[in-house]
Every structure is written in structure tokens, then in C-alpha cells.
């Protein structure tokens, strides 16, 4: 593995042999994308490599490509592994654990995207001509009170950046568990 294209295997002090230097769960997290993403570019190098014409030799070495996939696996499921247990033995005080932070925070985010969705459908948000044009055409009332929904999704909105601010605290603030 070259060191320019695998830094977030090293960085994290996972395979270099040295002492493992401490991390920060931030860092370990962005390291995890990194991984993520290196894997989706694998696998699509894969893919294209995978079957060649007949006298003729394929761009890439699809067998290398797989190898090489497989020890960046090898380091996300690592990452995966230290993150999870990182998240839920970090205490967060009133917001639990950061794993307990993390579900409430994904809960909220649904949460706001179920209000704020039926606000704009009662509001008549994208429908073209939600009015009537004439006196004889049906008026299209709205079934939920909609500054209601909207003061809520507010208060939600307010809710998920205080958590989101906690948890990315947390996330610089502790070191990544082995």
C-alpha cells in the first residue's frame, strides 16, 4: 500500500507500527468517509477492468484492484469497529451516550422533515393554482394548522443544531477507544 493513497490507514496509527498516536473521533470519522469513498472508487475500477476483448490487455489489473479493495476493507471495518465503541462508551451527560446523541439527533432531523413536509402540503407549497380561479371552483383548505407546524419545525430545527454543536464538541473532544 502506498502511503499517498491509503494516509487514512496510517493516520490513525492502525498499521504503521509505531505507538498509536491518539485520535480524535473527528479525525477517525473523516478518515472512515475517506475509506468510504476509496472503496466506491475501487470498486467501480473493478467493475470497468473486470472483462477485457479477447488480444487485448484491460486498462487496470482487476485482481490488484481487488487486493488492494480488500485491505482498504480491511482498515474501514477497523475504523467502523473503534467508532462504534467510541459512540457508545462516550458519556454526553444529559444526552446520554453519543450513540444515545446520534439517535436522537437522526430521530429529530425525520422529525423536522415529517413537519416541515406536512406544513408546506397544507400551506399548498408546489401545487400551481392551490386558489381558485373562479367562484364555482372548489377552495382548497388547509386540514392542519400550518404556523403551528411551522413554529414546530422551528423549535425542532433549533433542537437538532444545539445536539448537532454537542456532538461535534464530543467528536474533537474525545479520543478514538481501541
Not at 73 to 81: A, C, G, N
Not at 160 to 174: L, T
Amino acid at each position: 500500500m502506498s502511503g499517498a493513497r491509503h494516509r487514512f490507514v496510517y493516520s490513525a496509527g492502525i498499521h504503521d507500527g509505531r505507538d498509536s498516536e491518539t485520535v480524535k473521533l473527528a479525525e477517525a470519522l473523516a478518515e472512515r468517509a475517506e475509506a468510504s469513498r476509496r472503496v466506491e472508487q475501487l470498486r467501480a475500477r473493478i467493475v470497468s477492468s473486470a472483462r477485457h476483448q479477447e488480444g487485448e490487455t484491460p486498462a487496470e489489473d482487476a485482481a490488484e484492484l481487488l487486493a488492494e479493495a480488500d485491505g482498504v476493507l480491511d482498515t474501514l471495518e477497523t475504523l467502523i469497529r473503534r467508532i462504534n465503541k467510541t459512540n457508545a462508551l462516550t458519556d454526553m451527560g444529559h444526552d446520554g451516550t453519543l450513540t444515545d446523541a446520534l439517535a436522537r439527533r437522526d430521530t429529530l432531523r425525520l422529525r423536522h422533515s415529517v413537519i416541515t413536509a406536512a406544513a408546506d402540503a397544507a400551506a399548498g407549497t408546489g401545487e400551481r393554482g392551490y386558489g381558485r380561479q373562479l367562484r364555482s371552483e372548489l377552495m382548497m383548505l388547509p386540514a392542519l394548522p400550518v404556523a403551528d407546524l411551522r413554529r414546530q419545525a422551528d423549535a425542532l430545527a433549533r433542537e437538532i443544531r444545539e445536539i448537532d454543536m454537542r456532538i461535534q464538541r464530543a467528536n474533537w473532544e474525545v479520543d478514538l477507544l481501541d
